[in-house]
């Protein structure tokens, strides 16, 4: 069936370092893949997201790759700050606008300063 | 900038009691969905619905669970008995450029 690992669980890092989070999908009719943020208690909201068209995608701090022939994108937080903190979600489907998401297992991300 | 509405933000209810979640999708949004997400785990798709049918539906989503498009505003799930297990927050989406969420109804079954 359709699935989405997500690691690591946990992230600690030290305000002004970076953070990778990694994903693997299963299914390869996955094309739209957007990466949501969620604060306790809040709402996911979308960060940024990549189509399979593209390799890779820069918003200011932000940036996610994509390896469609592994199956395997990538979100990247450089700069990190305590505002940071959260926990960030990965996605998968197969169209961005018609299509259910298929999130990972999230990674709980802790910016000390 | 519009914004996916829910209500209510909180509901308890007791096991075996229907429980109507309400949303109230982005206008011009054709695709509306609803995730349910358990304390601390992952967002979990329950259906997805388009055109006043379901589009699709998971495998949590059973014979308990209901969707309905009353009105020209309205999304609603219906929980006709709820268990104990039921208890999760649920998340209304709809979708333009990107799928949206609201701001979830925690639902609590004791």
């Known amino acids: ?113 | 900038e519009p914004e996916v509405t829910q209500t209510p933000s909180h509901q308890v209810t007791q096991m075996g009691q229907e429980v109507i979640l309400r949303c109230v999708p982005i206008s011009n949004h054709l695709y509306f969905y609803w995730y349910r997400q358990i304390l601390g785990q992952k967002v979990e798709f329950l259906v997805s619905f388009y055109n006043n049918e379901i589009s699709e539906k998971s495998e949590i989503f059973d014979d308990q669970f209901s969707v309905e498009r009353p009105d020209g505003s309205n999304f609603t799930l219906k929980i006709r008995s709820t268990k104990l297990e039921d208890s999760a927050m649920y998340f209304c989406a709809s979708s333009g450029q990107e799928q949206y969420f609201g701001p979830g109804t925690r639902l609590t079954v004791t």
Request: glycine residues 6%; charged residues 25%.
């Open chain 1, 1 to 113: 069936g359709e699935n989405v690992e997500q690691h690591p669980s946990t992230l600690s890092v030290q305000e002004g370092d970076s953070a990778v989070i990694k994903c693997t999908y299963s299914d390869s009719a996955s094309n739209y893949f957007p990466w949501y943020k969620q604060e306790l208690g809040k709402r996911p909201q979308l960060i940024i997201d990549i189509r399979s068209n593209v390799g890779e995608k820069k918003d200011q701090r932000i940036a996610v790759t994509l390896n469609k022939t592994a199956k395997h994108f990538s979100l990247h937080i450089t700069e990190t700050q305590p505002e940071d903190s959260a926990v960030y979600f990965c996605a998968a489907s197969k169209a961005y606008n018609t299509d259910k998401l298929i999130f990972g297992t999230g990674t709980r991300l802790q910016v000390f300063p």
